[in-house]
């Protein structure tokens, strides 16, 4: 465990402050593998699912955290998973290294769950459940709608990336009959009465004007068909909708029905839009 380091120091170089050390009480069976060396203890706690990073700093300040079995109460001290024992009010946390993230690019025709009683086509078909257990998507695509549908194993993450305090901006690609006017987009930028409430400002722009035209729509809401019914509201049926993007990820050029795991970077990203960890550098 050690001290903050220098703000300027660079994060991905690997070093590392060294100024307050406690001693180490050696790896714990629980622990996972290491991949992120040390870091500070209240992005420890966020990663370990115990609390925001805010509510953990919260936490420390209160002296309820323990590292290798010293109160430490200040900010900016460092722990290694790999060697350090945190306990939070006297019970040990560790920080999964296992939770993988994935994003799949669903077809239309298959229903957003892992299991269907009705024997219907399923997501699940169609990402590795077997080899990463407890993996589960991230909200719901509805049964003909496209794009990126995000998988995660870490259920606090993907609370938090639903939470309605986060506000992640999910865009979508709408084909609607007819031509919607200058107005009606002006509604559904400024929100569009729904049987569930007004709907809250969205980014919407007309992209194509064909007989039919092409919205981009992109909202921070996540409710129920949300995009097909602001679509109705206006008078312009959804012909086709497909999310092309979830937060700080973009579907690329990921083929139809193919998955692929997120990296490190990605993951960091999503954890930064849940509010796991602040956007402050190491
Ligand atoms: N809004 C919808 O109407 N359907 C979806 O699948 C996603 C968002």
Known sequence: MSRRSPKNQDRRSGRHGTDQQVPAAGRTAAMGPAQDGPMR????????????????????????????????????????????????????????????????????????????PQGRACVADLVPAERFPGLYPVGRLDRDTTGLLLFVTDGGLGNQLLHPSHHVLKRYLAQVRGVPSRHQVHLLRTGVKLEDGMTAPAEVELLDCGPDATLSIGIREGRNRQVRRMCDAVGHECLALHRSSFGPLELGDLP??????????ELDLLRQVAGMEGGTAL
């Open 41 to 116: 203890l209240q992005r420890f706690l966020a990663r370990a699912g115990v609390a925001s990073r805010r509510a953990s700093e919260e936490l420390i300040a209160a002296g309820r955290v323990l590292v290798n079995g010293q109160p430490v109460q200040k900010m900016g001290v460092k722990v290694d998973p790999d060697h350090d024992v945190v306990q939070v009010d006297g019970k040990v946390v560790t920080v999964s290294q296992e939770h993988v993230a994935l994003m799949l690019h669903k077809p239309a025709g298959y229903v957003t769950t892992m299991s269907d």
């Open 256 to 265: 139809e029905g193919e998955w692929r795991l997120l990296d490190e970077g």
